[in-house]
Structure formats: C-alpha cells, structure tokens
C-alpha cells in the first residue's frame, strides 16, 4: 500500500498538470530537506485503527501523514502550500496509468482499500537565506482485513 502511495506521489509533475515538478520523495525521513532536494514529498503512517465486528472482518484505518515542501520568494506562501497540497491530495487519487490531474480519479488503490479520506492540510514556513513553505496533508486509508491478519495490506 505504501509502495503504491509513494508511485502515485512520483506522478506529481508539471508534464502531468501539477503546478509543480516532485524532485524527491522519501518515507519517514527525519532531516530536513536540502534546498536541492525541494520540491520535495515527506510521508509516513501515523497509526493503525482497528474494529472488529463479529463474523466479519476487520475494519483498519491507517493515519496517514503527506508533508510537502517547496521554496518561494516571490509568491505569499500560503498560495504555494495550497498548489501543494492541490498537487498532494490530487495525486494520491490518480493511478500511475493515468496519473494527469484530468484523468478520472481512483479512491481505492486499484481496488486494494476502501478509499482515502481527506482530514485536511496545514501551511508550514521555514525561515532563512533560502526560505522554503509546504503543507502537512492528514488522510486515512481505510481497508478490510481478516482478524489479527497483520500482515495483509500494511507489510508495503
């Protein structure tokens, strides 16, 4: 699942109808980016929820963290955090087969999850010589899975 969020995030370019080009993406790194590196994407699970029915499978939701990050001089950087998580959220809804911002969208992994759901985004401001801004992107991924199965679905 992981793995197939990180594909649809490499999509993010401007080939693609993103307002930006995505230089690089990482999961769960913990050192800023370098201003090379920016455009850049941040994403991490933040928690599994888990409800059981009985005589049915699990419910889970994974949490879901997508931290976006970019420069900018000339424009106020809440209107680049917002193209961002434009580009974020607009992205993690695309295939890799069709991953332009006019294609139709895809809510369920290709068929793997029950969907996304879209908590809401955060602006982020860094200071100094090469000022940077971004979003922090709050989703849930929500799938089935056999009871104490812990290895289906979140292993990627």
């Not at 197939?4 to 080009?21: C, F, K, M, S």
């Not at 931290?67 to 607009?90: Q, S």
């Not at 992994?109 to 759901?117: P, R, S, Y």
Request: charged share 20%.
């Amino acid at each position: 699942m992981l793995d197939e969020i990180e594909a649809r995030l490499g999509n993010i370019t401007q080939a693609n109808e993103y307002w930006y080009t995505i230089k690089k993406i990482v999961r769960s790194k913990l050192m800023p980016f370098e201003s090379y590196d920016l455009p850049a994407i941040n994403y991490w699970p933040t928690g599994l929820g888990n409800v059981s029915e009985a005589y049915q499978d699990d419910q889970r939701t994974l949490a879901l963290f997508v931290e976006m990050h970019t420069m900018t001089r000339d424009e106020p950087f809440t209107d680049v955090a917002e193209k961002l998580a434009t580009d974020g959220i607009t992205g993690l809804n695309r295939t890799t087969a069709a991953p332009k911002v006019s294609d139709a969208p895809n809510v369920d992994l290709n068929d793997t999850v029950e969907g996304f759901i879209y908590h809401g985004h955060d602006y982020i401001i860094g200071m100094g010589e090469d000022p940077w801004c971004g979003c922090l992107i709050r989703m849930s991924v929500v799938f089935h899975a056999a009871p104490f199965d812990m290895y289906l679905h979140t292993a990627s």
